[in-house]
Nanobody, 122 residues
Framework: VQLQASGGGLVQAEGSLRLSCAASGGTFSAYSMGWFRQAPGKEREFVAAIGRSGGSTYYATSVKGRFTISRDNAKNTGYLQMNSLKPEDAAVYYC????????????????WGQGTQVTVSS
């Protein structure tokens, strides 16, 4: 399956962005999905994950209550709604898909999108 992340950009602190992850070449509903991010000089970190049907979600503590992960299997697309953005949220955001149960571990995912840059100005 191929993943295409989009929706990044420059936003002021406390602003919002919605990232999208469009999937093609596979049955999207067969995959759990995750979002990860990587800031310059830092390791890639888990942000959020969602199960195949969308009924189960999990968030990193740093984004809980501000970010919402969702998916629309009919549209083969996943989303990450990001509200109350902080400068420390700035990073390249990656979406990932995997056949295993949704996970916080990047190695559990089989497919990755190319990343979309999120910049937050203070």
């Amino acid at each position: 399956v191929q993943l295409q992340a989009s929706g990044g950009g420059l936003v002021q602190a406390e602003g919002s962005l919605r990232l999208s992850c469009a999937a093609s070449g596979g049955t999207f509903s067969a995959y759990s999905m995750g979002w990860f991010r990587q800031a310059p000089g830092k390791e890639r970190e888990f942000v959020a994950a969602i199960g195949r049907s969308g009924g189960s979600t999990y968030y990193a503590t740093s984004v809980k209550g501000r970010f919402t992960i969702s998916r629309d299997n009919a549209k083969n697309t996943g989303y990450l709604q990001m509200n109350s953005l902080k400068p420390e949220d700035a990073a390249v955001y990656y979406c990932a898909a995997g056949t295993r149960f949704y996970s916080t571990i990047s190695g559990a995912y089989d497919y990755w999108g190319q990343g979309t840059q999120v910049t937050v100005s203070s």
